[in-house]
């Protein structure tokens, strides 16, 4: 039987949904993004579409990884199937890393790739590190060719996270750089600094119409 999928996985597709959902309140903004062609499609080996099967080999040729190495489980509320690794290669120095791989509901095919960096994927992983790999990783997409009007960068979500990267190529396919974390009132003007207790990476490949089990509206 599957394992129940961990609740860092979800809390994230949660802050997936609030981006495409809400505003954000933008910080001093960086030098714009380049516009380009470029493509979502997956990470690494692994790109969308993909059975369990062509998933799991594409993370022995990424990771080196097979067998109990990789753990199958279920979010049994969106009833999405996962395979879930650690590994520790994905930047250098930067912590161990969670990664699922996410199945969808109808189609059982690759639909999410969510990246996980926090103390529960590495006790080593401090908030000061946290905003490094964040820095590291929106240094990272911000060279990448994606077109500037579906590019937001460094804006507060609504509850208080920072929302690092966000992007959507032309077929929908979308890029998302979270750090959450706790925020405490510093000074007596209220002004709020981020004490950061994870960093989210997520591809999606349909984001707004994700596949996803979900009653059917007025089925209650």
Same mark, same amino acid.
């Given at each position: 039987?599957?394992?129940?999928?961990?609740?860092?996985?979800?809390? @994230?597709?949660?802050?997936?949904?609030?981006?495409?959902?809400?505003?954000?309140?933008?910080?001093?903004?960086?030098?714009?993004?380049?516009?380009?062609?470029?493509?979502?499609?997956?990470?690494?080996?692994?790109?969308?579409?993909?059975? +369990?099967?062509?998933?799991?080999?594409?993370?022995?040729?990424?990771?080196?990884?097979? %067998?109990?190495?990789?753990?199958?489980? +279920?979010?049994?509320?969106?009833?999405?199937?996962?395979?879930?690794?650690?590994?520790?290669?994905?930047?250098?120095?930067?912590?161990?890393?969670?990664?699922?791989?996410?199945?969808?509901?109808?189609?059982?095919?690759?639909? +999410?790739?969510?990246? /996980?960096?926090?103390?529960? @994927?590495?006790?080593?992983?401090?908030?000061?590190?946290?905003?490094?790999?964040?820095?590291?990783?929106?240094?990272?997409? +911000?060279?990448?060719?994606?077109?500037?009007?579906?590019?937001?960068?460094?804006?507060?979500?609504?509850?208080?996270?920072?929302?690092?990267?966000?992007?959507?190529?032309?077929?929908?396919?979308?890029?998302? /750089?979270?750090?959450? %974390?706790?925020?405490?009132? /510093? @000074?007596?003007?209220?002004?709020?600094?981020?004490?950061?207790?994870?960093?989210?990476?997520?591809?999606?490949?349909?984001?707004?119409?994700?596949?996803?089990?979900?009653?059917?509206?007025?089925?209650?």
């Amino acid at each position: 039987m599957r394992a129940f999928l961990a609740a860092a996985v979800i809390a @994230t597709a949660a802050s997936l949904a609030a981006t495409s959902g809400h505003a954000t309140q933008p910080l001093p903004p960086n030098s714009p993004t380049q516009a380009s062609e470029a493509r979502i499609d997956g990470f690494r080996s692994a790109h969308f579409g993909m059975t +369990e099967v062509a998933v799991r080999q594409a993370i022995a040729n990424d990771f080196h990884l097979s %067998g109990a190495a990789v753990i199958s489980a +279920e979010n049994p509320v969106q009833r999405t199937a996962v395979l879930r690794i650690r590994t520790a290669d994905l930047i250098p120095d930067g912590g161990s890393a969670q990664i699922d791989y996410i199945f969808g509901y109808r189609s059982r095919a690759l639909i +999410e790739v969510n990246i /996980l960096w926090s103390a529960a @994927t590495d006790a080593k992983i401090t908030p000061a590190l946290l905003f490094t790999d964040g820095a590291t990783l929106q240094a990272y997409f +911000e060279k990448q060719l994606f077109a500037p009007d579906q590019t937001v960068t460094n804006g507060i979500l609504p509850d208080g996270s920072v929302l690092l990267f966000r992007t959507r190529d032309a077929a929908g396919h979308a890029v998302v /750089l979270i750090l959450t %974390g706790r925020r405490a009132n /510093l @000074t007596k003007d209220a002004s709020r600094q981020l004490t950061p207790t994870a960093l989210s990476l997520v591809y999606a490949v349909a984001p707004a119409h994700p596949d996803v089990f979900q009653l059917k509206k007025g089925s209650f």
